[in-house]
């Protein structure tokens, strides 16, 4: 998914908030069992995007000192407009435009690794470890494709989503990296300290209307704006029907500089 534009912009900004909200609190416990998170002071973002996941953070981690880095300069601008994010110490480019002379505690990144090729992916790891402390902590969270199941089904999402996973695989991104990132941390001085999937499901309380803005954000992506008349048809059935469900899945791994 790259940017085209503020209008694109402004879509991506409403599924990051609603991706937010749906699997903050479920992700909490990386953070709230972590030592070298509670231990913490200076913590990057690698891949903050409009800053709304930083900000939810600093808000229950008001001690934490949070810079965060994209190098989508129109999510940025939103993080420095939004009433609720403008306070953030935020940074438009890439991670080797930090300032050589800060040093973190806490390294994390959501849903991104995924996104770059093996040798970017590496590249950065080892950026990682000459940019933190030592003992200093690496927390990753991405999806895991294979605890998707929707009922009914959603042909138009599915479709839009498949064609997404391809595109991403042709340009050298990796949507099975629970099975291959501890190596890739190993070879840059990480130890795998902890790593268990997350669940995101309707059925939670009050999830579902989230989930439907969220599914309705992610077809924008991947279909346009305003929705297909088909689209727009699918996931209004899905929301309103009583005995719709959709689940899907999280990984989050844990790695500490050795």
């Not at 407009?81 to 435009?97: H, N, Q, V, Y």
Request: charged share 25%.
């Amino acid at each position: 998914m790259q940017a085209k534009g503020s209008a694109w912009a402004r879509v991506y900004d409403d599924l990051l908030r609603h991706q937010a909200d749906l699997s903050f609190d479920l992700e909490q416990g990386f953070f709230q069992h972590c030592q070298q998170w509670i231990d913490a002071n200076i913590v990057l973002d690698f891949g903050s995007g409009n800053g709304y996941y930083a900000s939810l953070l600093t808000k229950a981690f008001p001690a934490k000192t949070i810079l965060c880095v994209d190098h989508n300069s129109d999510l940025v601008q939103i993080s420095k407009e939004a009433p609720d994010t403008r306070s953030l110490d935020a940074i438009c480019g890439a991670f080797t435009d930090v300032p050589a002379d800060r040093k973190f505690d806490f390294i994390y990144s959501r849903h991104v690794l995924s996104y770059l090729n093996d040798a970017d992916r590496n590249h950065f790891i080892e950026w990682a470890s000459s940019a933190t402390q030592p003992q200093a902590a690496f927390l990753t969270i991405d999806a895991d494709d294979e605890a998707f199941f929707c009922r009914p089904r959603l042909p138009f999402l599915e479709d839009g989503n498949e064609k997404f996973k391809k595109d991403l695989k042709t340009k050298g991104g990796d949507r099975d990296l629970q099975h291959t990132l501890a190596a890739q941390f190993a070879k840059n001085g990480f130890v795998l300290s902890y790593s268990r999937p997350l669940l995101v499901h309707s059925h939670i309380a009050q999830r579902k209307y989230l989930m439907s803005m969220f599914m309705r954000s992610v077809a924008e992506i991947d279909h346009g704006w305003p929705l297909p008349e088909g689209v727009r048809q699918e996931i209004d059935a899905w929301t309103t029907s009583r005995t719709s469900y959709l689940q899907y899945g999280l990984f989050g791994s844990i790695f500490v500089k050795a």
